[in-house]
C-alpha cells in the first residue's frame, strides 16, 4: 500500500486509503469538496484538505461541479464559524462550543455529554424548515 496514506473525511464518512493523486482526481472530479478533512499517519490530528499544501492547488483551479455555496437570504442570520476541538486517537471524539443562538447538527446517536445549563431541542432533519 505504498503511497496510499491519506485518509479523506468526507461528509462525516472516513474513506481511503488514498495516495496523493488519487486525491488530486477526486478534487478535480468535483468528488472531495473543501469542507472535507485529511488525515495520514504522523498528522496530530485532521485537517481541512485546503490547508494543506498538498492539495491547496487542486482548489485554485476550480473543481469541476464544485457550486458556490448559495447566499445568504436577505434579513436572515448566517452562523458564524463553529468552534470545535479533536480529542483522541484511536477513538476520536469532538468537542463544539456553541455561542449562544448557534445550532449544531449532528448524526443521531453520536451525541455524548452536555455541560449543565444547555438546553437541547431535538429535531428531525436540519431544521432549515423551522420558523
Do not use: N
Not at 484538505?49 to 437570504?73: D, L, N
Amino acid at each position: 500500500m505504498s503511497g496510499q496514506d491519506w485518509y479523506v473525511a468526507i461528509g462525516g464518512q472516513q474513506q481511503g486509503p488514498w495516495s496523493a493523486e488519487e486525491i488530486h482526481q477526486k478534487i478535480q472530479a468535483g468528488a472531495i469538496g473543501q469542507d472535507a478533512h485529511v488525515f495520514k499517519q504522523g498528522m496530530a490530528s485532521w485537517e481541512p484538505i485546503g490547508a494543506r499544501a498538498e492539495f491547496a492547488s487542486a482548489f485554485g483551479q476550480g473543481a469541476p461541479g464544485a457550486a458556490a455555496p448559495p447566499p445568504v437570504p436577505a434579513g436572515s442570520t448566517a452562523a458564524d464559524e463553529i468552534d470545535y476541538e479533536i480529542f483522541g486517537e484511536e477513538m476520536q471524539f469532538v468537542e463544539v462550543t456553541l455561542d449562544p443562538r448557534e445550532a449544531c447538527v449532528a448524526e443521531a446517536g453520536s451525541f455524548m455529554y452536555m455541560d449543565p445549563g444547555i438546553e437541547m431541542e431535538t429535531i428531525f432533519g436540519d431544521g432549515s424548515s423551522r420558523d
